[in-house]
């Protein structure tokens, strides 16, 4: 049973915009373990034109996802790219220089188990020289792509991992940077401009994110007086989690997103809770 149309948990609308659609448009659909956020952009990404998330208490199901498909946002739209947006646990970063396709399927499985059916893709992330294989579940994917069949597919860590790679600047020697999304915390650490992980950590209270956080902090020998943290997200400076961040790290900033004019919002929320959903249609 198709569930009854639902409304988004906040949006972006860029009515400043000068880009018109008629001159075509990307549509990015994000497929967390517990969010769906639809974004149209130009397609370049460079301008995002309207933003949409949905997120769910519980696992993402077909009926979740066939309700937020069926949004006014993009109905009637003839996109000229659409790109599902794979940003759950099925996934694992491998050096190229080990990357064989054929063992696509054995790596995926080994580490999350053979329970559900995957469509297996992976992204070349060349800039680390790293390739991203991860797998969608066969019922999410046919259903996007019986709507788009034009769609194609990134991991959302693969577009991280390019956005940050373009923002590499030698006088910052350690980095960590933490993009907050529903349930789920994407984790990415840089040591001398050298990737050292890029992981997802999910959660149900503050104490699970100061955990996972502390926790790679220590494994990767962070130094907490002098390590950047960039967080963006779905946090504010007032929240428990922020202020318990700041108990430990010295050095922290809130990333905005420089695609999220404030003159273009059509509610008041801060740029940077924009920030992990915008940098995916400038990087795929």
């Known amino acids: 049973m198709v569930q009854p149309m639902m409304r988004p948990a906040f949006s972006y609308r860029n009515t400043a915009a000068g880009y018109s659609q008629e001159k075509g448009s990307k549509l990015c659909i994000e497929l967390g373990q517990f969010h769906v956020g639809l974004t149209i952009s130009d397609p370049l990404g460079t301008e995002t034109v309207a933003f949409d ?3 769910s208490k519980q696992k993402i199901n077909s009926a979740f996802l066939q309700a937020v498909l069926s949004s006014e946002l993009i109905a009637g739209i003839d996109f000229s790219d659409v790109v599902m947006v794979h940003n759950q646990k099925e996934m694992a970063l491998v050096p190229s220089v080990f990357y064989a396709q054929h063992l696509d399927k054995v790596i995926l499985e080994t580490i999350h188990g053979d329970l559900v059916d995957l469509i297996l893709s992976s992204d070349d992330v060349h800039q680390w020289e790293l390739h991203n294989v991860y797998g969608t579940a066969d019922s999410m994917f046919s259903m996007i792509a019986e709507i788009y069949p034009q769609v194609r597919q990134v991991q959302y860590m693969s577009a991280c991992l390019r956005s940050i790679f373009r923002s590499l600047r030698e006088d910052i020697n350690q980095r ?17 401009e050298k990737l050292q992980i890029a992981q997802s950590f999910y959660y149900e209270t503050t104490e699970d994110i100061i955990y996972s956080v502390l926790n790679v902090a220590d494994k990767y020998r962070l130094n907490v007086n002098d390590v950047l943290v960039e967080v963006s997200g779905l946090i504010e400076t007032e929240s428990v989690t922020w202020k318990e961040l700041k108990k430990y790290f010295l050095n922290m900033a809130l990333e905005p997103c420089s695609l999220a004019s404030p ?7 801060p740029s940077h809770y924009f920030t992990p959903f915008f940098l995916v249609p400038q990087c795929v």
């Open 263 to 269: 003159e273009a919002q059509t509610i008041d929320l």
């Open 53 to 55: 998330l949905y997120s």
């Open 176 to 192: 960590l940077k933490l993009y907050i999304l529903p349930s789920c915390i994407n984790v990415v650490v840089l040591k001398e």
